[in-house]
């Protein structure tokens, strides 16, 4: 009697793991009805400023010996290799649960550095390519891009260095242009930026960030003239503001967006100080001078790839900040405070843009 009423136990609840089965499985066709399949492709492209990114030894050609392990950075195969990682941390963090599909980088000192970056790291089980290029700035520090050949196929990439009005080369770093179609269904067109910096005071070095606007404009209308209607994507550290005369009247970067047209440019970032302090701080002052610009045509989202205001961002993850004392708030978490080493990330925060494609 005992085995019969377990069995008869037994069978029952086999019957019900089939109930619960067979319901889990009609939720799941609610579900898939609810929200259809055909959602657009996402694909992340970031670009960041990973400061004095520079390998140990000693180059003669350019002005990098305080990072040596005999500079006056004591910069030494350990802290190299802890920069590597903390630089991949971000990497893999910056777009959520997918890394990014693209990866625009700036001040890496030559291609060795970038090959550690994908060989050393967690970075090393994505299989991401480089496209590099030293270029003639006096500490060597260059712009490069790193992508996934599953979803980005390159078509063409070429450097424009920055020349004065003679024509003389300017020993400063070049501006990157790559093409490629994403995931073999639409073209962009992308350009990477790190304009000549503030360092020589405001005033001094505006001149120079108006000519590599001016370098980048022909180039876009070099574009829109060769093209029908390019997706253009501009990333960069541009250490000038949204609102600055390089961007605002040489480059011609509108922050009307709400009013678009095809062949126009549009600063996406010029909306951030509503929403975010910026990407880099000096003293007490935050400033946006890591920005994203698309052109028109990226925002209509009729077809191919596009992308929206809100797609484009910063990068804030709570482990890039510290604690400022002096000024007040937080700042970037720096790989060195002056001559101090703290073994952080950088002084400038990435920045994301998000492209979608159109089923």
């Not at 484009?312 to 890039?320: G, K, N, Q, S």
Request: with cysteine; net charge neutral.
């Amino acid at each position: 009697m005992t085995a019969r009423i377990w069995a008869l136990l037994k069978e029952l609840k086999r019957r019900k793991k089939i109930k619960y089965f067979l319901l889990t499985l009609y939720c799941l066709c609610i579900y898939t009805g609810l929200y259809p399949q055909d959602l657009p492709e996402v694909y992340n492209i970031i670009f960041y400023n990973v400061e004095n990114l520079f390998d140990v030894h000693d180059d003669p050609e350019i002005s990098d010996d305080e990072f040596t392990p005999d500079g006056s950075r004591r910069w030494t195969v350990r802290r190299f290799n802890r920069k590597l990682t903390n630089l991949s941390k971000v990497i893999l963090n910056s777009s959520g649960w997918e890394p990014p599909q693209m990866i625009a980088l700036c001040e890496t000192e030559n291609r060795y550095v970038l090959d550690k970056l994908l060989s050393f790291t967690a970075l090393r089980n994505l299989d991401y390519n480089i496209i590099h290029k030293d270029s003639p700035d006096d500490r060597g520090i260059d712009v490069a891009f790193l992508y996934n050949p599953g979803i980005f196929d390159p078509l063409e990439f070429r450097y424009f260095p920055l020349t004065d009005e003679e024509g003389e080369l300017i020993a400063t770093r070049e501006i990157m242009y790559v093409s490629g179609i994403i995931d073999r269904s639409d073209t962009i067109h992308i350009f990477i930026n790190h304009w000549p910096s503030r360092y020589s005071g405001l005033l001094k070095s505006r001149g120079l960030r108006m000519l590599a606007a001016k370098k980048l404009r022909s180039q876009i209308e070099r574009l829109f003239t060769k093209n029908l209607n390019p997706k253009i994507v501009i990333m960069g550290d541009f250490n000038d503001q949204p609102d600055d005369i390089s961007i605002i009247e040489c480059l011609k970067a509108s922050s009307d967006i709400g009013n678009y047209r095809a062949n126009r440019i549009y600063n996406l970032s010029a909306g951030w100080p509503d929403n975010y302090q910026g990407t880099t701080k000096y003293r007490s002052q935050w400033y946006i001078f890591d920005q994203i610009m698309v052109s028109g045509n990226l925002l209509e989202g009729q077809s191919g790839l596009f992308t929206e205001r809100e797609s484009a961002r910063i990068v804030d993850l709570p482990f890039l900040f510290e604690q400022d004392d002096r000024y007040g708030g937080v700042k970037p978490l720096r790989t060195y405070y002056g001559y101090t080493y703290q073994g952080g990330f950088s002084d400038h925060l990435p920045v994301i843009l998000q492209l979608k494609s159109v089923p």
